[in-house]
């Protein structure tokens, strides 16, 4: 079925270090898109991956597809207490579809 | 995002009542979608709603029902609440352009107890 997987679930890390969240689908999306949610906020927009391979960078957040548009990954290097929050990727089976959240890594930066 | 606009913030309910959330989209933005997200999950679509039509349908029951006006503000209606109900519930606009981003609301946070 249409179901997007995130893990990990959980990530804490010391401030500096790096943090990657992975996302999976059992079938080929359309596209991708990521969003930041900030405690007791909304999802943000961050970006989003068309193209099979794409990469995407957003000053120290890099972005990518896979090669068969089934996995993305969104990777922090350095991370800073400004990045606290959840990381949703979100997918697209089909053209104009509904956009299916995967469930989500919280990430907690100890300065 | 600033222009989406979400009513009320909180709203608190007994099992078997009706309510009806309403969200008013940020300009330019004639899509209208509808997502609960409980407590450390990621958001579960609803439904979608485009030229006050339910164009899309996520897996919740018939208790979920929209509504689209002519000027694309949205509303939803949850009828005989359950408990299982709480959550918060985020309106997400976009125009209609396909695989648009959504621009969130702030939600509102309906407890059912």
């Known amino acids: ?111 | 995002d600033a222009g989406v606009t979400q009513s009320p913030t909180h709203l608190i309910k007994t099992r078997g009542q009706q309510v009806t959330l309403r969200c008013s989209p940020k300009s330019g933005h004639d899509t209208v979608s509808w997502y609960q997200q409980a407590l450390g999950q990621g958001p579960q679509f609803i439904f979608q709603y485009y030229e006050e039509e339910e164009r899309q349908r996520g897996n919740f029951p018939d208790r979920f029902s929209g509504h689209q006006f002519p000027n694309y503000s949205s509303e939803l209606n949850v009828n005989a609440l359950l408990l299982g109900d709480s959550a918060l519930y985020l309106c997400a606009c976009s125009p209609r352009a396909a695989n648009s981003p959504l621009h969130f609301g702030n939600g509102t946070r309906l407890t059912v107890t």
Not at chain 1, 37 to 53: A, D
Not at chain 1, 83 to 95: E, P, S
Request: aromatic share 10%.
């Open chain 1, 1 to 111: 079925g249409q179901q997007v997987m995130q893990i990990p679930q959980y990530q804490h890390v010391q401030e500096g270090e790096d943090f990657t969240t992975y996302c999976n689908s059992s079938t080929t999306l359309s596209n991708i898109q990521w969003y930041k949610q900030r405690p007791g906020g909304h999802p943000v927009f961050l970006i989003q991956l068309v193209k099979s391979g794409e990469v995407k960078k957003q000053k120290r957040l890099t972005f990518q597809f896979g090669e068969a548009k089934k996995n993305s990954s969104l990777h922090i290097t350095a991370t800073q207490t400004t990045d606290v929050g959840t990381y949703f990727c979100a997918g697209i089976y089909n053209q104009g579809g509904k956009l299916i959240f995967g469930q989500g890594t919280e990430l907690s930066v100890k300065p």
